[in-house]
């Protein structure tokens, strides 16, 4: 069944112009030039997408946008806005559109944003609602029944059927990349690539390059056309993670790319269109980075239009023993071992510890468990929980978290796989024998010699 789009524009030029393009895509076109021409329409057209112009005779695109929202939800509707008026496509966003293309409109950009929307409708007659709930069901990787997760998860779904630029904020360790993944992945953007970048370990004098590309002798070094992580994620998702990281001067230039929605690449001429949703994310208090000057308030509305906020492991009660189990299931399998098991000590003291590195605490300190059970419980002493009484705040003591989350097993020597090899070898790789010279026991070898690769040695 070919698609249907709307088109709402109290000027004649551009609803022919718009109408032709569309009509060129193979759709079916229905136009209106106010908003109760537009809201009738919405009724009798059922339209798989609706185009508004935010300046109508009779209200603004916002009536249009809130009106979809309430009754059609499914629909997605995106604006068009005039030239240089980001502060209303951004509201225009908050309000519930898809997504927004400025005037003098981009026939290109405009392709690219009807074909990705049209994704949405593509066997979708259900209430948003329900399929939100379906996606979350069925297949989000993120392990969790507590009611944190659970809202999370439907915001996720919720937020995959937008193109708004999403900000996720959380501490170190609360999965923030996999919150983003899942949006990416939820959404019409699914088949292009998910880029993930981590801005703080980017050089600077590398960051316009690695963003934006360059061309071939355009500085020392470049021996030939590169393209940047724009590119790269074209239709699909850049995932800038650690975005306040950013220094001042690239703040400038990433806020002029997601304003024009084109990059030009170093030593380039022209600037190239580029298609990609941008979500952000940092553990540290961005409004507070904006306050202090390190941050530009202008890119902090650009890419905070929507807050999504993780929560810490302490804040999701049993999903603590949930996520252990889902850890110690990923050990086993990755080490081809058999899989270990709590003892009820050790399931009471996870319970009750904070978690100051959140998730990947929990999974490293299982994984350092494994090599040191003796026996198949892993026991109080083998998870060497550190002694902490607050729940510490990553977001101001990373250095401390490190050290929490990757402390050195008292009694085991620093190059444990020099030691191992040293004690392998000393045997003849007698692995009884090995562990007697090391103290430990024969599980505990074999652990660490599947965690070093040492299984695969003569």
């Known amino acids: 069944m070919t698609q249907r789009v709307l088109v709402i524009d109290d000027e004649p030029d551009i ?8 009509l060129r895509m193979g759709l079916d076109t229905a136009t209106a030039g106010t908003v109760k021409e537009g809201l009738l329409e919405i009724q009798n057209f059922k339209p798989d997408l609706c185009l508004t112009d935010m300046k109508l005779p009779d209200g603004t695109g916002f009536d249009i946008v809130r009106y979809i929202q309430r009754e059609v939800p499914h629909i997605p509707v995106a604006v068009i806005t005039a030239f240089g008026s980001m502060e209303a496509a951004v509201e225009a966003l908050k309000a519930g559109a898809y997504d927004f293309v400025s005037k003098p409109v981009d026939l290109t950009k405009l392709r690219d944003l009807v074909h990705t929307a049209l994704k949405l409708s593509e066997n979708n ?9 379906d996606n979350v069901d069925s297949t ?10 659970e809202v999370l998860k439907v915001t996720i779904g919720k937020l995959a059927r937008s193109q708004a630029p999403v900000f996720i904020h959380g501490e170190s360790g609360t999965g923030k990349e996999l919150v983003a993944k899942q949006i990416h992945e939820l959404g019409p953007r699914s088949a292009g690539a998910f880029v993930p970048v981590n801005c703080g370990a980017i050089p600077e004098s590398l960051m316009e390059s690695e963003f934006f590309g360059h061309k071939k002798g355009s500085f020392t070094g470049a021996i030939e056309d590169k393209e940047g992580l724009f ?42 269109p580029t298609d990609c949703r941008i979500l952000s994310a940092t553990h540290k208090n961005l409004e ?3 306050e202090n000057g390190n941050f530009r308030q202008d890119l902090y509305y650009r890419l905070n239009v929507i807050k999504l906020d993780v929560p810490s492991l302490h804040e999701r009660g049993d999903d603590i023993l949930l996520l252990a ?3 110690l299931e990923q050990i086993s399998e990755r080490w081809d071992l058999p899989k270990a098991q709590l003892s009820e000590q050790s399931i009471n003291a996870l319970s ?3 978690f100051p590195g959140n998730v990947r605490e929990l999974e490293n300190i299982l994984e350092r468990a494994c090599t040191l059970a003796d026996g198949e419980f892993i026991e109080p002493d083998d998870l060497q929980l550190p002694k902490v009484t607050p729940v510490i705040k990553s977001m101001t003591l990373d250095a401390t978290i490190s050290e929490l989350v990757n402390p050195t097993p008292s009694g085991l020597p620093l190059d444990e796989k020099g030691e191992i ?3 392998l070898d000393q045997t003849r790789w007698n692995r009884t024998a090995a562990a007697k010279v090391l103290g430990m026991t024969f599980r505990q070898l074999r652990y660490r010699i599947k965690k070093y690769e040492l299984d695969q040695a003569p």
Do not use: W
């Open 421 to 423: 090899l040293q004690a």
């Open 15 to 22: 609803r022919e112009l718009l109408e032709l393009t569309l």
């Open 125 to 133: 007659e259900m209430p948003a609602a329900v399929v939100v709930q």
């Open 352 to 354: 009750n510890y904070p």
């Open 288 to 290: 507070e980075e904006v």
């Open 231 to 272: 590119q790269a994620a074209n239709h699909g998702t850049l995932f800038l993670d650690e975005v306040a990281d950013l220094p001042l001067s690239m703040q400038v230039k990433l806020l002029r790319v997601i304003q024009e929605k084109a990059v030009k690449a170093v030593g380039g001429v022209e600037e190239v």
């Open 325 to 327: 189990e889902f850890f």
């Open 140 to 149: 989000t990787p993120i392990i969790g029944e507590s009611p944190a997760i």
